[in-house]
């Protein structure tokens, strides 16, 4: 499991994608989203712009990703 720790209320999933390197650019992220399998909590993704908050648990493949407040 990885801790990801973002400043604000949430990051979109495209923004996360990015800070993380698994992408370049936010138009990358359909296609990451066709070739990987991604959840939020146990519920698949389809939107590029999904709101990831603190507490929430990202899945991509087998790797879960684990959000943080920079607070927290």
């Known amino acids: 499991m990885y801790i990801i720790q973002i400043t604000g209320e949430y990051i979109q ?3 996360l994608l990015k800070k993380e390197g698994l992408i370049q650019t936010g138009g ?12 939020l909590n146990g519920i ?3 939107e590029k712009r999904k709101k990831i908050r ?3 648990a990202l899945t ?3 790797t879960v990703y684990r ?6």
Do not use: R
């Open 28 to 39: 990358e992220t359909a296609i990451f989203l066709s070739e990987h399998k991604v959840s």
């Open 13 to 15: 999933l495209d923004q």
């Open 44 to 46: 698949k993704v389809f």
């Open 54 to 56: 603190s507490g929430d």
């Open 67 to 72: 959000i943080v407040g920079v607070n927290e």
């Open 60 to 62: 991509i493949d087998d």
